[in-house]
């Protein structure tokens, strides 16, 4: 697989900036210097491109089958990394003397009963419609359907979508706010999908139902196709109450049929949307939606190798890298491979791990290397061992985050994010390593997507441990 790797160079300078960041915190380096010690030389020139683009290759490979958390092709990347860690010397750091951390968790799968009816016409699961990540179980509801916007009910703006309707019972077809002539920041400010979310099911709604207006960050399209992938939970974990009615994503060709028999078009009735002179529209249909699903039990590791200080007394405490193995593996008939996220990280931590083994001088701090399953369902492979840590987590000094999205491969490395450093000394000493590099470092460019919660390094946050994903 050609990864798209174009300047190895200053390739090499994004993950030496990992590596040497890594040396910083071991007290090699001072924070403050303005080049490389010969160690941090050494450990940087060590980061190989050929090796990181060999792991990658292959913890995406067809035989990986995408990597999925309780699927054999997870099960194979696994066993992979932990081999690997072993050729390169780490020691185990799993459960009984393995580098295995096995966690229990749960497979929901919608089967094919479940079902989006509109009259006689069927629409596609996975294609046409998806509920909202299997949000309250089971669920079977008929009623008449009824667009109405956005849902405002606000008289400061002379506006109501719901003038002259009873949303009890119904299934309510609704676009996600704001308006166009709401600023965002203000509707976020205000809370406003939320309250008039909640507005709608305690006035008793049958389902509602989104369709796409085209200025979403994320089109219904594209929810659609993720929100009907299986879904993997811990054993224990509760959806929403089973009062909730459920919440639907329709997409663009299914959301033209809701309309089919309104004497609207879908066209005309996303216009009349943004006037506050909207009025519901009855769309003189029958719906039928049915969630039907089915659940195992089954389990997926995390993987854990430790690379021992060399200080007699610093070596009780460990600087921890994560990256996510896993991704969507195979799920609707595809196979989501997941290149960039994460088997690039993934390949990262691996080709860090391999230059501290190589390294003539150890480190004096531990260093524990934690290729974490199920970060895309929820963090739980990071969120467990935070937990339930295979090493004491208050010697735990700091991680270091490795969840790539592979636009670092495209050209020169000239800017990098450090997302957290804000919170904690290691930004600073990020700013350091990277103009040593050459690379500036800038604030997050996205805060609204807030990444810095969403990633593996937040499960340490949450444990109060200085944390940085890179």
Do not use: C
Not at 123 to 149: P, R, S, W
Not at 438 to 467: C, N
């Amino acid at each position: 697989m050609n990864l798209g790797i174009k300047k190895p160079a200053y390739y090499r300078q994004a993950f030496a900036l990992a590596a040497v960041l890594a040396v910083w915190t071991q007290a090699f380096g001072q924070a403050a210097a303005p080049a490389f010690t010969p160690t941090e030389k050494s450990l940087a020139d060590a980061i190989s491109i050929a090796s990181i683009k060999e792991a990658a290759t292959a913890l995406s490979a067809p035989d990986m089958q995408g990597r999925g958390t309780m699927q054999p092709g997870g099960e194979k990347a696994a066993k992979w990394i932990a081999d690997r860690f072993q050729n390169i010397g780490l020691k185990p750091l799993g459960d009984k003397g393995s580098f295995l951390q096995r966690i229990d968790f749960k497979e929901t799968v919608a089967t094919a009963e479940t079902a989006f009816k509109i009259g006689d016409e069927s629409l596609v699961h996975g294609d046409d419609f998806a509920f909202y990540f299997q949000n309250n179980g089971n669920k079977e509801v008929t009623g008449d359907m009824v667009f109405i916007a956005y849902g405002i009910q606000a008289k400061s703006i002379n506006r109501d979508d719901l003038a002259g309707v009873d949303v009890k019972g119904k299934v309510v077809v609704m676009l996600e706010g704001p308006p166009a002539s709401i600023k965002t920041e203000d509707w976020k400010k205000q809370k406003a999908s939320m309250i008039f979310t909640q507005a709608l099911v305690m006035k008793g709604a049958a389902a509602l139902v989104y369709i796409g207006h085209g200025r979403e960050d994320n089109p219904p399209d594209i929810m659609v196709n993720y929100m009907s992938r299986r879904q993997i939970s811990m054993p224990d974990e509760q959806g929403f109450p089973s009062l909730v009615p459920p919440f639907v994503y329709v997409g663009s060709r299914g959301a033209e049929k809701l309309f089919a028999k309104s004497g609207v078009t879908l066209k005309d009735a996303l216009a009349q949307a943004e006037t506050s002179a909207f009025k519901p529209i009855k769309l003189n249909q029958k719906a039928k939606l049915v969630a039907k699903y089915k659940a195992a039990k089954g389990t997926s590791p995390n993987v854990v190798g430790l690379i021992e200080g060399s200080d007699p007394k610093l070596k009780e405490e460990a600087i921890v890298y994560t990256a996510h193995y896993d991704a969507y593996g195979m799920d609707n008939g595809k196979v989501y491979p997941g290149a960039a996220d994460n088997a690039l990280g993934t390949a990262e931590m691996l080709t860090v791990a391999e230059s501290f083994a190589k390294l003539g001088v150890k480190p004096k701090r531990s260093m524990i290397f934690l290729a974490v399953t199920a970060e895309e369902y929820g963090l739980y492979g990071s969120k467990y061992w935070a937990k339930k840590p295979t090493w004491n987590i208050k010697k735990v000094a700091a991680n270091l985050n490795l969840d790539g999205v592979g636009v670092e491969i495209y050209g020169p490395v000239k800017t990098i994010v450090g997302y957290g450093g804000e919170h904690s000394t290691l930004g600073p000493m990020l700013d350091t390593v990277a103009r040593s590099l050459e690379i500036d470092t800038i604030p997050d460019p996205i805060p609204d997507e807030k990444v810095f919660y969403r990633s593996d390094h937040y499960s340490f946050v949450e444990r109060g441990i200085p944390a940085l994903k890179l």
